[in-house]
């Protein structure tokens, strides 16, 4: 018979970690007498980051005693360590708010319903892998253990809410929709090898909880026949190469009085694998400093055309070579054509919206609208200073008089020498919310759009209060990538730098997005991703043990090591960072 041991409850708190402050709800401890379930939690709890904890589906954590007894084994806590210390293991150390006996997680399905004390419950979810735990009991490969071991435990949504206590009986009230069992749903999600016949019966349980159906959705996706996508080929694989390879410039091309563009070909003048409209380019200079910096660039080129066309505002050091020095004839070393800023196939109007040197990939979009003869409803809408600063003019207007339904809009923020020759297409504005609001755009738009930070920030708040659905909204910046760090408190932005200390001895490592470059040092950060934390590079990461892939990067070129293996290898180009190390000089797209 199963029955509730303790309920357990706490509130979120600031914890001191490694330099940083934590706001976790973790620390839970056992409360006598009713507790009142309520939709969102149990009365007197909280949780720190409602990103990844609480809220409907995860109103209730359970975990089992019998699981707290296995990892007392298993991590040698012999029961003798002060109560709630790191070192103990009793109730509520898990970050449970039910401690049970029974309900073990190869038996639980998902939407199994119980009924405790007055309250009625629905399995929703395995609990989600994160790094808290491993905090909360000084055993960072814990949330690893959890996923190995198959116990992770779950969650619970509350069906009617009630009173609960320990001592309660827990009783099943109805089976859960195909029977997969919680330890099941796991390893679904983070093993490999998966069965498609589980995802598929996945997706199809109603009680499981909106974000692993859609990761689960994702995956049978990604399995499905190649012939049946209609989506772009997973970023970081096929058509490509790898690491860095040599090109030709076969031609420099002034754009504009800031902008000029270069045109690559393949040494022996083969054909170049064809990029999709958006992709960019990441290029190597060694010419232009030591180490050789590293940065990217948008394809402005017709997809699929005989050369690469990357077009560069000149801003900085390595720009400024690229405008002054290069020349036809000159070498690049190049990686592949990467980037998830791209034209995806459909029937909806298209808003291409670009400020400055931002027009490029969307440049590139347009030439792929215009070889497919799109009857599509396109938008074409950019912003630049003035006639001397617009690339591109002729060509974009060329296109966009192909096209069977295409709107073009140009706005010039200075004033322009001959005001007078000016097509009727430029307004003298500043493209702000108030205009885009005038527009007209329809709200069932794709939307492209790329800038400066600001801009593309502004236009896409203004886009979705116009009705357009977020999701819908596509920007692409080549600065760093907004950071995933759940829990940390927010700390005042310090830019890349190298790490405090010795400078180390070993392999560089490149981040391309932070134009950083430093040698690797172990002693002081074991991992990549913790070299990148001592730079203050923007990172993204969870469990930092090698199961959510949360943290995973592209490598450009070089060569890395696991430090422990992860349960399942990212695909071919990419690393987990959290849990490598640079077996070579690697340069990361970070």
């Known amino acids: 018979m199963a029955r509730l041991l303790s309920v357990n409850v706490g509130m979120p708190k600031d914890v001191s970690w490694h330099g940083r402050t934590v706001h976790t709800g973790i620390w839970k401890t056992p409360v006598a007498g009713p507790v009142m379930a309520r939709r969102l939690n149990l009365d007197g709890d909280g949780q720190g980051d409602l990103a990844g904890h609480g809220g409907e589906q995860r109103a209730v954590l359970v975990y089992q005693a019998d699981s707290l007894a296995y990892w007392r084994t298993h ?83 509350v ?102 563009s270069i045109h690559l070909v393949a040494q022996d003048g083969t054909a170049l694998p064809p990029a999709l409209p958006g992709q960019y380019l990441t290029v190597r200079i060694p010419e232009a400093g030591a180490p ?62 670009s400020a400055g040197v931002g027009i490029t ?6 030439h792929q609208l215009a070889a497919e003869r799109s009857e599509r409803d396109i938008w074409w809408l950019h912003t630049a200073h003035n006639t001397e600063q617009q690339a591109f003019a002729q ?9 069977h339904s295409a709107h073009e809009l140009v706005f010039h923020t200075a004033p322009d020498a001959a005001p007078e020759t000016l097509p009727a297409t430029v307004t003298h504005a500043r493209l702000s919310p108030r205009i885009l609001a005038g527009l007209g755009l329809p709200p069932d738009a794709s939307a492209y ?38 829990g940390l408190t927010p700390a005042a932005h310090v830019p890349p730098h190298p790490p405090a200390g010795e400078p180390g001895t070993g392999p560089l490592v490149t981040f391309v997005r932070s134009g950083l470059t430093v040698p690797w040092n172990e002693a002081t950060a074991p991992s990549l991703l913790e070299l990148a934390e001592a730079c203050d590079v923007p990172t993204r990461w969870s469990c930092r043990t090698g199961v959510c892939h949360t943290c995973v990067t592209t490598i450009l070129s070089g060569e890395a090591v696991y ?10 180009g990419r690393l987990l960072v959290c849990c490598a190390s640079p077996a070579t000089d690697v340069v990361l797209d970070m």
């Open 75 to 157: 991590l040698g806590r012999d029961g003798s360590a002060p109560a709630d210390s790191s070192q103990d293991i009793g109730f509520g150390m898990f970050g449970e708010n039910f401690t049970v006996e029974g309900l073990a997680d190869a038996e639980v399905c998902i939407g199994d319903r119980y009924r405790i004390g007055q309250a009625e419950f629905e399995v929703t979810q395995p609990r989600v892998t994160c790094y808290r735990l491993g905090l909360r009991l000084d055993a960072p490969d814990l949330p690893s253990l959890l996923v190995q071991h198959g116990r992770p435990g779950f969650y619970l949504r």
């Open 159 to 260: 069906i009617t809410e009630g009173l609960v206590r320990a001592g309660d009986e827990i009783v099943r009230t109805r089976r859960g929709r195909h029977e997969l069992t919680v330890a099941e749903i796991d390893a679904l999600l983070y093993l490999p090898d998966r069965d498609r016949g589980k995802l598929e019966a996945a997706v199809d349980i109603p009680a499981l909880s909106p974000g692993w159906r859609q990761s689960f959705q994702d995956l049978l996706h990604e399995s499905a026949p190649s012939d049946a996508r209609t989506s772009a080929p997973a970023i970081g694989t096929e058509p490509g190469w790898n690491g860095f390879r040599p090109l030709r410039v076969e031609a420099v091309v002034p754009e504009s009085s800031t902008i000029t």
């Open 292 to 353: 050789p910096p590293v940065r990217s660039y948008s394809l402005s080129s017709p997809p699929g055309g005989p050369a690469y066309r990357i077009s560069v505002k000149r801003e900085g050091q390595v720009s400024g070579y690229l405008h002054t020095k290069i020349h036809a004839g000159a070498r690049i070393d190049t990686a592949a054509p990467r980037g998830e800023f791209v034209l995806a196939p459909g029937n909806e109007p298209v808003l291409l919206i």
């Open 361 to 366: 990939p969307v440049l590139a979009m347009l």
């Open 395 to 403: 060509e974009a207007h060329a296109l966009l008089d192909t096209l």
């Open 449 to 486: 759009v790329c800038g400066p930070e600001q801009f593309m920030t502004s236009v896409t708040k203004a886009l979705v209060d116009l009705g357009l659905d977020p999701a819908s909204v596509h920007t692409e910046l080549f600065g760093t990538l907004a950071p995933i760090n759940p």
């Open 563 to 572: 430090r422990t293996d992860p349960l399942e290898l990212p695909p071919p």
